[in-house]
């Protein structure tokens, strides 16, 4: 639904000019972007975070940075790239804040993904078809460092580019890749972990 | 032999690219290999599905809900910072203007006085009319000014505030 208002071409326009008016300083504009934008950034920071409390404040934060920067915002530039990075760099001083790290150290450097052969068992995921899987999937991506939620959470479900990934993330592409990938396993082994043998 | 042990070699460069495959991250070449393969290996294949449910599961995850009144305290504090700002250059403007004005009467009064005193009013040894004397006695007077609108501005954006 959030894709299809994206590519609705009217939907589009009303949101650059929303973002236009917010350039020249319209409170008003402000207010629709967010309203426009909450669902998505609240969720991206919620993934990222963990914390409600944290994700509520550093939502705050960023359309107060968002307000604060407009002025120096590039029209050319995606904006949902731009807003999400403000929100990530946002969320990475308040890691390092908190926790004296950075949001990128925990999960980059982990072992590489086992080069799984395909094998005749039924996966965990395909056993829990008709219960809870998405629910088990979430939980399950809670488990994995920070900057795997963030790829999963901007690929899948953002729907970004690859390109708009590096950017939110301030990464090169090969990386983005390469965090998808161990994303991905990441999560399948936590999968076959907590849902051993499962059938459906 | 199974189809998958004899496809073994082949399938372990291939393996690799299952999670991009799923997360649509692979190049085109990469892409038509890996589908070239999984049409000639049954358990590639099998693969290739398990991870594309992971990725259409992924985009399905549940959507968590925004917390109460999280839109209406954002654009809450969004006002009031918009408010802050818009003091902050009224307060600039304001002295920039301020500045600017003592600056120009006190240049007028300089030409006025140098007309009257015929360009010298000497008190205690120094004459008041010269520009050098008039411009240092001029910036005291102005960072008086400056220094007097900063504190009536601030005792008025001290009563909004209490009025808010």
């Known amino acids: 639904?959030?894709?299809?208002?994206?590519?609705?071409?009217?939907?589009?326009?009303?949101?650059?000019e929303a973002i236009a008016r917010m350039r020249r300083g319209d409170p008003d504009a402000l207010t629709a972007v967010i309203s426009r934008y909450q669902h998505r950034l609240y969720r991206y920071l919620l993934r990222l975070v963990r914390e409600p409390a944290a994700a509520d404040d550093l939502f705050q934060q960023t359309w107060l940075r968002v307000m604060e920067k407009i002025g120096r915002y590039d029209a050319s530039r995606n904006f949902e790239s731009w807003l999400f990075s403000v929100a990530h760099n946002l969320a990475i001083d308040s890691w390092r804040g908190k926790r004296g790290e950075s949001l990128n150290d925990a999960g980059d450097s982990a072992?590489?993904?086992?080069?799984?052969?395909?094998?005749?068992?039924?996966?965990?995921?395909?056993?829990?078809?008709?219960?809870?899987?998405?629910?088990?999937?979430a939980v399950c991506m809670l488990e994995l460092p920070a900057i795997h939620r963030e790829v999963l959470t901007l690929r899948f479900e953002e729907d970004m580019k690859l390109e708009q990934i590096a950017e939110v993330a301030g990464i090169p592409l090969s990386t983005v890749k390469s965090r998808?990938?161990?994303a991905l396993d990441g999560l399948r082994a936590a999968m076959d972990a907590r849902f051993p043998g499962r059938r459906a | 032999m199974t189809d998958h042990e004899s496809n073994t070699t082949a399938?372990?460069?291939?393996?690799?690219?299952?999670?991009l495959a799923a997360a649509g991250a692979l190049e085109i070449e990469e892409q038509r290999r890996l589908e070239e393969h999984a049409r000639a290996c049954p358990a590639c294949r099998r693969e290739l599905e398990i991870w594309s449910g992971y990725s259409q599961a992924l985009g399905r995850l549940p959507q968590p809900p925004l917390p109460a009144q999280l839109m209406e305290r954002t654009r809450a504090l969004l006002i009031k910072e918009y408010a802050a700002a818009?003091?902050?250059?009224w307060d600039a403007l304001m002295l920039g203007a301020l500045a600017l004005f003592a600056w120009t009467v006190g240049l007028t009064f300089w030409f006025?006085?140098?007309?009257?005193?015929?360009?010298?009013?000497?008190?205690?040894?120094?004459?008041?009319?010269?520009f050098g004397t008039w411009t240092a006695g001029s910036t005291v007077l102005v960072w008086l000014t400056a220094a007097v609108a900063a504190l009536a501005l601030g005792r008025r954006r001290n009563e909004l505030r209490r009025a808010l």
Request: aromatic letters at 4%.
């Open chain 1, 1 to 16: 639904m959030i894709l299809a208002a994206t590519m609705n071409p009217e939907a589009f326009s009303g949101a650059q």
């Open chain 1, 111 to 137: 072992e590489p993904p086992s080069e799984r052969l395909p094998s005749g068992d039924p996966d965990a995921l395909e056993q829990l078809l008709d219960f809870e899987r998405g629910a088990a999937l």
């Open chain 1, 180 to 182: 998808l990938r161990r």
């Open chain 2, 11 to 19: 399938c372990r460069s291939i393996v690799a690219w299952l999670p």
């Open chain 2, 86 to 89: 818009a003091d902050r250059r």
């Open chain 2, 112 to 130: 006025v006085a140098r007309i009257i005193t015929g360009g010298e009013l000497v008190v205690m040894g120094a004459n008041l009319v010269r």
